[in-house]
């Protein structure tokens, strides 16, 4: 949250400067204050864990927070209950009309597929269109961050030779960026894919700039340099022992599957797991709440700019082509 200020004080621009925060009295006393509208379109197959999780990372701030759920209608989940589905997830439908401060997209374990062959690539492609002009911020999270740069902004994932799975460190790249504001200049982060997106391709876009990245795990947040689409590579939201299930499931298929790295103490699987993410992926979430949707949403949220009318985009679609 800001910090409310008089006008004159002279640590004002030293904060400023550092893009922190800072709320002058005359802007307060004329601020509006709103719950914040967020859709989440969960595309994990663990719905309930999904939504436990994300939900724990935004629920510890101090703004309130409306949340819809969203998903497929060309595709229904194996995993959900029809019943609980019709419960608790509306449908692109169901909410096509309506503005929200916020969505995110979660990752998807459809990695290996290529984005056309996804039975609901051109639903997706549908809504991530219509976000444009209903929807002021959009966290892209894992494959869902891979899905919305290569619908954005053409750019492809690559397989790779080897599932990154573990718990790697990564650096800040742009000092004083609000979205990672207050982490070390080195932090963990989890991840577990089997593809990745390059950094050469991120630099030949020039709305987009890398904010985060690991020397071993590659990239891990990039953002448009408006702030209004940020892409996670990793999983934040992961619990302690979110990667010890993932490795366990692989094991009782007969998958092959490495340790995560840096994960078990001793790398003993039989030994309790070091969490070294918690804190900084908090802080993750907190930070993309409060400076890329609460401090810059319109209050009014029909005054959100309009994009053209949503149409199936999927009949436009031709591979790799938009």
Not at 62 to 73: G, K, M, N, S, Y
Not at 178 to 189: Q, S, T
Not at 285 to 301: A, E, F, G, I, R
Request: aromatic fraction near 12%; include cysteine.
């Amino acid at each position: 949250m800001p910090v409310k200020i008089p006008d004159s004080l002279p640590a004002r621009a030293t904060l400023e400067k550092e893009n922190i925060f800072v709320m002058t009295e005359k802007r307060a006393s004329t601020q509006d204050i709103r719950p914040l509208k967020l859709l989440i379109l969960n595309l994990m197959p663990l719905k309930t864990t999904t939504e436990t999780s994300l939900l724990r990372r935004l629920s510890n701030t101090p703004l309130q927070i409306e949340v819809d759920f969203l998903r497929t209608a060309t595709y229904t989940s194996r995993n959900a209950s029809k019943s609980y589905l019709e419960q608790f997830y509306k449908t692109f439908s169901v909410v096509e009309k309506r503005n929200y401060d916020g969505l995110i997209i979660t990752g998807a374990p459809i990695e290996t597929l290529e984005f056309e062959e996804v039975d609901y690539w051109g639903e997706l492609c549908t809504i991530m269109e219509w976000a444009k002009g209903r929807v002021f911020a959009t966290l892209f999270l894992c494959w869902g961050a891979q899905a919305g740069l290569y619908y954005h902004y053409q750019i492809p994932k690559y397989p790779l030779e080897e599932k990154m799975f573990g718990i790697f460190s990564h650096k800040v790249c742009i000092p004083n960026t609000p979205l990672l504001r207050g982490f070390d200049d080195l932090f963990n982060a989890p991840h577990s894919r089997h593809t990745e997106v390059r950094e050469e391709d991120i630099k030949k876009v020039a709305n987009l700039e890398i904010l985060s990245k690991s020397d071993e795990a590659g990239l891990y947040i990039v953002a448009s340099k408006d702030g209004r689409q940020v892409f996670v590579f990793g999983h934040p939201e992961y619990e302690a022992l979110t990667l010890d299930s993932e490795y366990r499931r692989d094991l009782d298929k007969g998958v092959a599957i490495d340790l995560p790295k840096n994960y078990y103490h001793n790398n003993n699987p039989k030994a309790p797991v070091s969490v070294s993410w918690s804190s900084h992926a908090q802080l993750l979430y907190t930070n993309w709440l409060n400076y890329y949707v609460y401090q810059t949403t319109p209050y009014d949220l029909e005054l959100l700019p309009k994009g053209d009318s949503v149409k199936p985009v999927w009949d436009k679609i031709e591979k790799g082509r938009f």
